[in-house]
């Protein structure tokens, strides 16, 4: 006990007890709701987003140089269901009780970062839900083993709320580069003692130039340690319009993280992320068969950030005796990860393909196609 009297308590605590039976309340995706498990209570959550607003960027970059964050230990929770006390990592955002099973957010991991989180997108897909999804997701496809769908194991569902980082910029991009046109001539070359006519392919190029102006809207980047960008890019869009002020009763009975990946970190990959976007626009604009050359120069203004909270399910499943990973968009639904590629049946579509190719050319060179 002695180590427990040394260190100090978790003090922020949230209070969700149940008004009509005294049970904790938990926040039910199914009913959308913040519900009790013992008595069937039901309550509505805030839809205020009254706080869910952007925030100047190069201000909160210039302060976060001068933050120092508190050195983060480990506290004693203090459990107020049975009174059990044990030791949880200051940062980690749910505590379980292990004794009593009772679980509460502890509110104090917030405080250790220097930003807070403004909003939070609250679970829409339930664990059954994410199941069927899991189901109907590992079956699609051509490329994969045919016993994927009956022999892959789900591993592990995690729904989880996710700590991102949402930038807004206007850019304005002066764009020039090279397009290529290509167009065939025919030209006579000496093949043994003849004189063969051969279409050759030529490219004519031109320089280009223009002009984009374009506004940015909620470029989403992950703060989350444990979530891949790659993988989050595969299940956007978010409907953040549905985004509510930031209310730690949503995450009661799910998994939750602070974020870990500082706002200077975020921002690097969101403007990585609008500078592919525009570069993508550019070679739109400057069209062609094809491309060299092309430069853009990009001024960006009145860059703004918010810190929102997202639900998603981290989930893995299994496979002879692999373990493959995948996400869901808590919101939307959307699946995408890792899967087993059977690769004699991407050789055999090889295969027929290029007796395909071989057919058409044999046909010809024995003149069954009377074309030409
Ligand atoms: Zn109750
Ligand atoms: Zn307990």
């Known amino acids: 006990m002695s180590d427990f009297e040394e260190s100090k308590q978790i003090e922020k605590l949230l209070d969700v007890d149940c008004p009509s039976c005294g049970s904790k309340l938990f926040y039910s995706a199914e009913h959308r709701q913040i519900s009790c498990h013992h008595c069937g209570y039901k309550e509505d959550y805030q839809r205020d987003n009254t706080q869910v607003v952007e925030l100047d960027l190069s201000a909160a970059l210039q302060q976060l140089c001068y933050f120092v964050p508190e050195k983060t230990d480990r506290k004693v929770y203090d459990c107020k269901s049975c009174g059990a006390k044990f030791m949880v990592d200051v940062e980690k955002t749910r505590v379980n009780c292990g004794f009593c099973g009772s679980e509460n957010v502890n509110l104090e991991a917030f405080d250790h970062k220097y930003i807070q989180p403004s909003g939070i997108l609250p679970f829409e897909v339930p664990k059954k839900k994410a199941e069927d999804l899991f189901q109907e997701w590992v079956g699609k496809g051509w490329f994969h083993p045919g016993k994927l769908k009956t022999l892959a194991r789900l591993d592990a569902l995690h729904g989880v709320y996710i700590p991102f980082w949402t930038f807004d910029a206007e850019t304005s991009s002066d764009w020039k580069g090279e397009a290529g046109f290509n167009y065939y001539e025919t030209v006579r070359v000496k093949v043994g003692d003849n004189y063969q006519q051969q279409q050759v392919q030529k490219t004519r190029w031109e320089w280009r130039s223009g002009h984009i102006n374009h506004f940015f809207d909620d470029v989403i980047v992950s703060a989350s340690t444990n979530l891949d960008q790659r993988f989050l890019d595969r299940i956007l869009p978010f409907k953040m319009d549905q985004a509510v002020n930031f209310d730690a009763r949503l995450m009661v009975g799910w998994e939750s993280e602070i974020y870990g990946v500082e706002l200077d970190n975020g921002w690097k990959k969101g403007n990585e992320i609008i500078n592919e ?92 196609f009377a074309g030409d």
Request: glycine share 6%.
């Open 277 to 368: 976007q525009l570069r993508f626009m550019c070679m739109q604009e400057l069209g062609g068969d094809t491309q060299r050359n092309l430069s853009v120069k990009t001024e960006k203004c009145n860059e703004t950030y918010k810190h929102v909270i997202l639900p998603i399910w981290l989930c893995s499943y299994r496979f002879n005796e692999k373990i493959y990973r995948f996400v869901i968009n808590g919101q939307t639904g959307k699946v995408h990860g890792q899967k087993p590629i059977a690769w004699w049946k991407v050789i055999l579509v090889v295969l027929i393909f290029v007796l395909f190719i071989a057919s058409i050319v044999w046909m010809r060179e024995s003149g069954i």
